[in-house]
């Protein structure tokens, strides 16, 4: 339409899939990489976590494969994973599947949140993919424990986290076409004749917290920690960084004002030296929505956070004890709960002391 020219905001993309929007998104990482310098801008490759899938041959022979990194490390970009179990899960690495991991399995036994993973990671040129369910040995408790108290590396470094905002559970998939809001043809005609349509719709701003992935405890610290997030939401596909924010893919007619602020609050954590006032009232950030959030084992706590917390120890230079910081220690033990809310229970393994905000559930 003529009429174009004359308005920067376009109807929502609803196919993410779709080739301009790959290109997109892709263009959007790269100029990241090669010109942010907040968001780890690095000549040099990230370290590889101790698993990935190789997702390389996923598009000709429709196989992946577990992929055991060297102990001396290995350097390549990689992409991470966040994303909601929605209970037991179909395919996990354990002891005894990990051989046939390692052999290959066809990408279509997978939970179809995990498939699209693959097709996203595979679209956009990455060859490594790490999602904890089948880079972690779930029956092994000390390899659990270790990758646990690494995420601050493996989410951290990584390349990229797709994030599968939209879906419940593993099985729902996160590539479908997302719901368009209402319009209304307006007819416009320019000074010079031209005749054409403006389309009009609600002005929306956008907020994740409704999505099912942002009410998960254990998936907040995969939402602060990485440089970069795709996130495949109910909308549009949306990238967001340390250093432009949050936006659309593509152009549209979303807003994302508030979503630049909330998050933007909490993910300068390593860009300065925030004063011990400052850090309190960011940490206070954290605790809200932390706490607001919901785990299917309530003694995860301390697990889910650990991540989070081993980079804001490094940043501040500081140490964090069951969730307060010792720095602010007195000032952090005056918490309290705007609502009910019961103790752990007794002699339970796992749970924080009675002084720290982590115990109540």
Known sequence: SPISSFFTRRPIESDVMAPHVMAAAKKSILECQKGHSQCGKSASLPRLPVRVLDVS??????TIRLYVTKKTGEYDNYVTLSYCWGGPQPIVATKAT??????????ASLPQTLQDAVK???????????????????DDNVDKMNEIGSMDQVYGNSTLTISAAVAATVR???????RREPFV??????????????FVAPCIEADFADLPL?????????????????????RELVFQCRTAGTRGVCPSYMSYDTANRNTGRIVDHRLRMPSAAERGRLWLLFMREFSARQLTVASDRMNAMIGIQKALSSSWKDECIAGLWKSTFPVCLAWECKMRVKPAPKGRTGWAPSWSWLSVD
Request: aromatic letters at 12%; glycine letters at 10%.
């Open 57 to 62: 041959e996923a598009q000709r022979s429709s």
């Open 98 to 107: 990990l051989k046939q991991l390692q052999t290959g399995i066809r990408a």
């Open 120 to 138: 996203v990671t595979s679209a956009l040129g990455f060859r490594y993919l790490w999602v904890d369910a089948l880079c972690i040995v779930q």
């Open 172 to 178: 729902e998939g996160f590539v479908k076409y997302p």
């Open 185 to 198: 043809a307006v007819p416009a005609e320019l000074p010079n004749g031209k005749k054409g349509d403006v």
């Open 214 to 234: 942002q009410t998960r405890g254990w998936t907040l610290q995969e939402w602060l920690l990485p440089s970069r997030i795709l996130f495949y939401g109910d």
